[in-house]
Every structure is written in structure tokens, then in C-alpha cells.
């Protein structure tokens, strides 16, 4: 283990472990853009579309309460036979990751909205607001506010369950540096690179999470649901 | 498509072999196990080294939890059942190999002892200060302050959200397939590779665990609001 290896099998080997980072990323915000759609979404029905509701509760509960590894394999595999999509390992990636979130977030929102006090809402309609005014001028920008901080915390469970995509082929941090020691047969450096590369990321948006919550705290004076 | 429906509906062939998914799902429940218990105690003692007054300790405490609470699980698995028998061999000078269960266990251990590590302090820095001087001034010793005044506090305190991480620690211990711990998944994935047909086994684990944990999950949120109501008002 001398630094000629870390030259060797890390450094010589940047292109194709920077390849596999954008991958991680780019299946990350994706899953995140996905799950915050889908979220809202949930989050709506189960709270203002009554016949639907049961439905998105049973969506929302097996989004939980169901392991990403396995909702992955699912994805991956069933629903290309059930549905006809996703086409490819990448979506099925990006889907089972914001599936899952989606599920979490919508509680989240729920939890925000919940937080509201009636009676601004009952302001609003009396000042003459329209419930799709009042919804996106009173009660969203505090939703949002309040929850900024675990919508962040989300995302750096996206990138966490992330490192399993790479079990369907697809070819991100997590694979290439597999595919790498699998060409050598050294792990230590290649490995402890990447698990170094994968926690401070996490770390990054944990830490910016984390002050974007002590800013909104103090410029607003609200307090934040984590 | 209502074709592959009522194929994917159709668990008969889940349930023929309910013999080796269900041993699988013993092993799921003995590395949750044996997980739980290393990430309780490695959890309860960075808590501690955390709220410790000397600061190299409370450095190392720190360390402990930033690098385990950030670590993806799978990274960790990977590294520890790869990367730490051979830096333990190095070491020793000996060749070392980790069964995979053991790989399993430290890994999920390692990773969620950094978030109970986070639950406990929590539960410890709401102790009033005045209890631990009271039971000094009453000449307790420092370990019997730990287990008469702490503990008792910290363990009413964590106790929902202790629950709410056992039921992430069962869902993370899915993945020790990828090591070939022979769990559920592993043996849906056996099964599936003999029989050529995904549907049904894969839907059939989804399901199996979606109500296991569903049914602890909705446990866990019952007793965490009597509990809060109760105890914590």
C-alpha cells in the first residue's frame, strides 16, 4: 500500500470515477425532481381529493414502507413486463429512487400544510382570494419554508440509496469503482476513494441542509420540521 | 398486460418455495439483530464520548458519527466485507476473511450506531444539569450516575425515535444479498434465475416485506404518540 498505488488505481483512474460521480448526480436529481413532483402530488390528493384518497394513502404507505434495494429489483424487473416501462436500467434507477422519496416528501408536505393555521386561510378567502391564490400566495411559501430543511435531508437519502443502481447496470460512482477493482483484484484504494467521495458529498448537502435551516430560522423566525 | 398482471398476482410459485424465502427471511431477521445490538452499543458509547468534557474525545465521538450517519450503506458494506479484512491482514500479518454475515452485521452495525449515536445524545443533553449534580453531590459514582439517572431518562426519551431507525435498520438489511448473505432477496434472486420468471417472485418479496414492515411501522407510530402523550407531556 504504497503511494504508487493510490497513483495507480485512483488517480490514473479519475476519468472514468468523475464519469461514474456525474452519473450519481444526474440520476440523483432526476430521482429528486421526480420526487418532489410526485410528493406534491400525493400529498394534494390524499389532503383535498376525498375519493381518491385512500389510493394515495395505500401509495404512499408502500412507497415507505417497502426497502429501496427491493422497490428497485421491482422496478427494474416487473414493471417493464407489467407496464411496458421503464425502457432502460437508468430510468428503472431514477424511478425506484423517486418513487420511494415521493412517499416521504408527501408526508413531509403534508405535515407543512397541516402546520398553516386555519385562520389564514379563512383571511385570505374573506379578503377576496381564490383557493388556488390562496394555496399558492399563503400557504405554500411557508410549506416550503418550513419543510426546505428535510426536503434537503431527502435528497441525501437519494444519494445514499443511490450507490444500489448501480446492482442493474447502471454505471454510476458505486459501479465503476467496482468495475475497477474487478480489473485488479485491489480494493483498498479504489474503495475507500469512492466511500471517502460518496460521504463527503452526503456530508456537503447535509451541512448546507443544515444552515439553510438556521438561516430560514433566523430571517423568519420559523420553526423548521425535521 | 392482463396477461402479465395475472401473472405477477399469481404467488403460487412464491409460495412453492416458502420453504428457502422463509429461511431467508431468518437470516434478515438475525443480521437486524445483531446489528441492532453493535449499533446500540457503538451508538451509546460515541454518544458518550460526544458529550464528554475532554476534547480529544469528543472529537473522535464526532468523527464517529459524521463518517457513519454519511456513509451510504452499500459503500460500507462493500468496503467493510473487501477493503477491512485485508487492512486487519496487513496489520496482523495474517490472511483475514470475513464471512459474509459477519461483513453484514459490522457494516449495518457501524452505519446505524451513527445515528443512534445522535438519538442518545439528544436524550442525554435533555437531562436537566441539576439531576447530575444532585446524584454527585449525593456521592454517586460516575458509572452508577450512567445506569440509575441517565440511562433510565435517555431510554424514555429516544425510545420512538429508536424505533422509527430499528425499522430503517431491518429495511437496510435487504441489501446483504449483495454480499451473498443468503437472505430473502438472495433467495428470490436464486429462485428466479432457476424458474426465469420475475414476476411473481419479485412481486412476491415486495409484498412480504412491504407488510412486515408495515405492520412494525404502524406499531411503531401508534406506540410513539401514546407514548409521547403519556410519557413525554
Known amino acids: 500500500m504504497s503511494m504508487g498505488n493510490w497513483e495507480r488505481l485512483v488517480w490514473n483512474q479519475r476519468d472514468a470515477l468523475i464519469a461514474g460521480f456525474a452519473v450519481t448526480v444526474e440520476v440523483c436529481v432526476i430521482a429528486f425532481a421526480a420526487a418532489i413532483v410526485g410528493g406534491l402530488i400525493l400529498c394534494l390528493v390524499r389532503l383535498y381529493v376525498a375519493p381518491l384518497r385512500p389510493i394515495a394513502i395505500v401509495l404512499i404507505e408502500f412507497f415507505r414502507d417497502t426497502p429501496i434495494f427491493v422497490q428497485l429489483m421491482w422496478v427494474s424487473y416487473v414493471w417493464p413486463e407489467l407496464f411496458g416501462f421503464p425502457g432502460s436500467f437508468f430510468s428503472a434507477g431514477w424511478l425506484a429512487l423517486g418513487l420511494q422519496s415521493s412517499g416521504y416528501l408527501a408526508e413531509t408536505f403534508r405535515t407543512g400544510i397541516e402546520g398553516v393555521p386555519r385562520g389564514q386561510r379563512e383571511a385570505a378567502f374573506s379578503a377576496g382570494m381564490s383557493p388556488a391564490q390562496t394555496f399558492s400566495r399563503i400557504v405554500m411559501p411557508q410549506v416550503v419554508l418550513a419543510t426546505a430543511p428535510s426536503i434537503v435531508n431527502q435528497f441525501t437519502v437519494i444519494v445514499k440509496s443511490s450507490t444500489l443502481v448501480s446492482v442493474i447496470t447502471v454505471p454510476d460512482l458505486m459501479s465503476q469503482s467496482q468495475r475497477l477493482v474487478n480489473i485488479w483484484y485491489e480494493p483498498i484504494e479504489i474503495l475507500t476513494t469512492t466511500a471517502g467521495i460518496y460521504i463527503l458529498f452526503v456530508f456537503l448537502v447535509s451541512s448546507a441542509g443544515k444552515f439553510l435551516a438556521d438561516h430560514l430560522r433566523r430571517r423568519y423566525g420559523l420553526v423548521a420540521y425535521s | ?233
Open chain 2, 1 to 233: 398486460m392482463s396477461d402479465s398482471l395475472k401473472q405477477a398476482l399469481d404467488l403460487s410459485l412464491f409460495w412453492e418455495y416458502r420453504g428457502i424465502l422463509l429461511q431467508g427471511l431468518v437470516f434478515n431477521a438475525l443480521v437486524f439483530l445483531c446489528a441492532a445490538v453493535l449499533a446500540l452499543s457503538a451508538g451509546l458509547g460515541a454518544a458518550l464520548m460526544r458529550v464528554n468534557h475532554f476534547f480529544p474525545t469528543r472529537l473522535i465521538g464526532t468523527l464517529h458519527v459524521e463518517l457513519f450517519r454519511n456513509a451510504p450503506d452499500y459503500i460500507m458494506l462493500v468496503w467493510v466485507h473487501f477493503v477491512l479484512p485485508l487492512l486487519i491482514g496487513i496489520v496482523i500479518r495474517r490472511r483475514v476473511e470475513f464471512h459474509p454475515f459477519v461483513s453484514a452485521v459490522i457494516a449495518l452495525g457501524l452505519v446505524y450506531s451513527g445515528y443512534f449515536a445522535e438519538t442518545f445524545r439528544a436524550g442525554i443533553e435533555a437531562i436537566p444539569l441539576g439531576n447530575l449534580d444532585a446524584a454527585r453531590a449525593f456521592g454517586m459514582s460516575e458509572r452508577l450516575i450512567l445506569w440509575r439517572i441517565m440511562l433510565p431518562q435517555v431510554v424514555r426519551r429516544m425510545l420512538p425515535e429508536a424505533l422509527n431507525q430499528f425499522v430503517s435498520l431491518f429495511k437496510a438489511t435487504t441489501i446483504v444479498s449483495l454480499i451473498a448473505v443468503p437472505d430473502l432477496m438472495y433467495a428470490v434472486s436464486m429462485v428466479t434465475q432457476q424458474e426465469m420468471r420475475p414476476l411473481p417472485l419479485y412481486t412476491g418479496a415486495a409484498l412480504t416485506y412491504f407488510l412486515i414492515i408495515l405492520m412494525f411501522a404502524s406499531g411503531v407510530r401508534a406506540f410513539s404518540e401514546r407514548w409521547r402523550r403519556k410519557i413525554l407531556a
